[in-house]
Nanobody, 128 residues
């Protein structure tokens, strides 16, 4: 069983920054992507960013259009961690952010996976 734990949420003013952290208990062949997703009240969960590592150790990243240029996803394999650096935060970024480890085809769209290992989420609140 893979456990996923997020941390780093909080409250900031518009224009501020936060760094989210995601730690997985172990690497497993059952997942190839680690991604960040978010869900605002009354809205569906949506993809934010994800990172894929292939057998060569090369990392590929994808971002939702709404966060491109503001958010950066990175990975530290030795710490089994994935980070989401969020700059230029906007009130519309307010949501609960979830980390998930899952398997999907490389190059597929950044969508919420039907299965995977999910964390409990961390709240991000951006005030205007």
């Amino acid at each position: 069983q893979v456990r996923v734990v997020e941390s780093g949420g909080g409250s900031v003013q518009a224009g501020g920054s936060l760094r989210l952290s995601c730690v997985v208990s172990t690497y497993s062949a059952s997942f190839n992507y680690i991604g960040w997703f978010r869900q605002a009240p009354g809205k569906e969960r949506e993809g934010v960013a994800r990172i894929l590592s292939d057998y060569r150790g090369t990392y590929y990243v994808d971002y939702a259009d709404s966060v491109k240029g503001r958010f950066t996803i990175s990975q530290e394999p030795a710490e089994r961690s994935v980070y989401l650096q969020m700059n230029g935060l906007k009130p519309e970024d307010t949501a609960k952010y979830y980390c998930a480890a899952y398997r999907t085809s490389a190059g597929s769209r950044l969508t919420v996976p039907e299965s995977g290992y999910w964390g409990q989420g961390t709240q991000v609140t951006v005030s205007s």
